[in-house]
């Protein structure tokens, strides 16, 4: 019976800092075959759900939730036979409801953060876990197989209470994912109405404050849009002048969020535009419906092919690199001294740190 003493963690976590997702995801095979064999309900948390579900963010360890019944100890008690899984040695280790198990996989150690239903923090956990899961492909280089993931609904809950609570980078990354990917986002829209409104509107400053290029569809995503019910209306045009509702001020630019008076038009005061939001979740900006018109925008700005969000490229930590004559920059371009990386989904520099953790450029200036 592989097990480990609390003076021996670190010990473990040291070993477990660099999988590869091979190495994740059949470490993944494992322990979900023993519960499911089991029938012990679980759920695939945090990052690693999304990595699944297609994210880019590759995530060092494996957040999963179980139910509750049985006790932590008859589940971890179901390891005790498999030589490659190293459980905590006694109860003091998973007193907080969260038990640490190690996977060896080749000669790598794959790190899960076991947690009961319920459990309160910065992960919560639903309490009807067993409707709050939903079986999944996962697939990764030769790996394929099922296994249940927390739901889109109680996942996005989840991760905006801990942006809320923590304002980590990596729950932001993972945010713009679920608010921005079409297979989602409208999933995302249709249970963020009953998630407390200050955590949405806490993240959406902050993607604000980045300057996000598609912070339209992550309002609309978030239900901050005021829009009740976004048509795919291709009819509409635009608002011209200050023709909204929702005021003005003092007669001149329309509010952030003003609503146009047929309702299909959103002003956003940080592009100085209307953009209209699409049921399926694109959405389409005044200047560009009207250039292609062979109008000017009402804003006086020549429409593009998107909005220049230059707070993004403004790098002065040694990111200067460019290709030449003022062209965009690519996705994955290094800056001149090697340090920064240019994220053209983002449209924003980043470095990111041993630790795992991600610093944007945008953020220093």
Same mark, same amino acid.
Request: hydrophobic share 30%; with cysteine.
């Given at each position: 019976m592989p097990?480990?003493? !609390?003076?021996?963690q #670190?010990?473990?976590?040291e070993?477990?800092e660099?999988p590869?997702? &091979?190495q994740?995801?059949?470490? !993944?095979? +494992?322990i979900?075959r023993?519960?499911?064999?089991n029938?012990i309900?679980?759920?695939?948390?945090?990052?690693? &759900?999304?990595? +699944?579900?297609g994210s880019?963010?590759?995530? $060092?360890d494996v957040?999963m939730a179980? #139910?509750?019944p049985?006790?932590m100890?008859?589940?971890?008690?179901?390891? &005790? #036979?498999?030589?490659d899984?190293y459980r *905590?040695?006694?109860?003091?280790?998973w007193?907080? @409801?969260?038990?640490?198990?190690?996977v060896?996989?080749?000669?790598?150690?794959?790190?899960f953060d +076991?947690m009961?239903?319920?459990?309160?923090?910065?992960?919560?956990i *639903?309490q009807?876990?067993r409707?709050?899961?939903?079986r999944t492909t996962?697939?990764?280089?030769?790996?394929s197989f099922?296994c249940?993931?927390?739901a !889109?609904?109680?996942l996005v809950?989840?991760?905006?209470?801990?942006?809320?609570e923590?304002?980590s980078?990596?729950?932001y990354?993972?945010l713009?994912?679920?608010?921005?990917?079409q297979?989602?986002n409208r999933?995302?829209?249709?249970t963020s109405a009953?998630i407390?409104?200050?955590?949405r509107?806490?993240f959406?400053?902050r993607?604000q404050?980045?300057?996000?290029?598609q912070?339209?569809?992550?309002?609309w995503a978030?239900?901050?849009?005021?829009t009740s019910?976004p048509?795919?209306k291709?009819?509409?045009g635009p608002?011209?002048?200050?023709n909204?509702?929702?005021?003005?001020? /003092?007669g001149?630019?329309?509010?952030?969020?003003?609503m146009s008076q047929d309702?299909?038009w959103?002003?956003?005061?940080r592009?100085?535009?209307?953009y209209?939001?699409h049921?399926d979740?694109s959405y389409t900006?005044?200047?560009?419906r009207?250039?292609?018109? /062979?109008?000017?925008?009402?804003s @006086?700005?020549q429409a593009t092919s998107g909005?220049q969000?230059?707070?993004g490229?403004?790098v002065?930590?040694?990111?200067g690199s460019?290709?030449?004559?003022?062209a965009?920059y690519r996705?994955g $371009?290094?800056?001149?001294d090697?340090?920064?990386?240019?994220?053209?989904?983002?449209?924003?520099?980043?470095?990111?740190?041993?630790? @795992?953790?991600y610093v944007?450029?945008? $953020?220093?200036?």
């Amino acid at each position: 019976m592989p097990s480990y003493r !609390i003076e021996n963690q #670190d010990y473990f976590e040291e070993l477990a800092e660099s999988p590869d997702p &091979n190495q994740q995801f059949h470490a !993944i095979r +494992i322990i979900s075959r023993i519960l499911e064999r089991n029938r012990i309900t679980y759920g695939i948390l945090g990052g690693m &759900n999304l990595f +699944i579900r297609g994210s880019n963010r590759t995530t $060092q360890d494996v957040d999963m939730a179980i #139910d509750n019944p049985p006790q932590m100890k008859d589940v971890l008690d179901l390891f &005790n #036979d498999h030589p490659d899984i190293y459980r *905590p040695e006694n109860r003091m280790q998973w007193g907080s @409801g969260v038990a640490r198990v190690f996977v060896k996989i080749d000669d790598v150690y794959v790190q899960f953060d +076991i947690m009961r239903k319920g459990r309160e923090g910065i992960a919560s956990i *639903p309490q009807n876990l067993r409707e709050s899961v939903e079986r999944t492909t996962a697939s990764s280089g030769s790996e394929s197989f099922e296994c249940y993931l927390l739901a !889109i609904e109680p996942l996005v809950k989840s991760k905006l209470k801990a942006y809320h609570e923590r304002e980590s980078l990596n729950d932001y990354i993972d945010l713009v994912y679920l608010c921005t990917n079409q297979t989602v986002n409208r999933r995302v829209r249709a249970t963020s109405a009953t998630i407390n409104e200050s955590w949405r509107l806490g993240f959406l400053e902050r993607v604000q404050q980045q300057g996000y290029a598609q912070e339209p569809i992550i309002r609309w995503a978030l239900n901050l849009d005021r829009t009740s019910s976004p048509q795919n209306k291709s009819a509409a045009g635009p608002p011209s002048g200050n023709n909204s509702q929702g005021g003005s001020h /003092g007669g001149g630019e329309p509010k952030d969020g003003a609503m146009s008076q047929d309702g299909q038009w959103t002003y956003s005061a940080r592009h100085k535009d209307w953009y209209h939001a699409h049921s399926d979740g694109s959405y389409t900006w005044a200047s560009e419906r009207q250039a292609s018109s /062979g109008r000017q925008a009402s804003s @006086g700005r020549q429409a593009t092919s998107g909005k220049q969000v230059t707070s993004g490229k403004q790098v002065t930590s040694g990111a200067g690199s460019s290709n030449g004559g003022g062209a965009a920059y690519r996705d994955g $371009q290094k800056s001149g001294d090697g340090y920064w990386t240019y994220s053209a989904k983002y449209a924003n520099w980043y470095h990111k740190e041993r630790n @795992g953790e991600y610093v944007w450029a945008s $953020q220093k200036n």
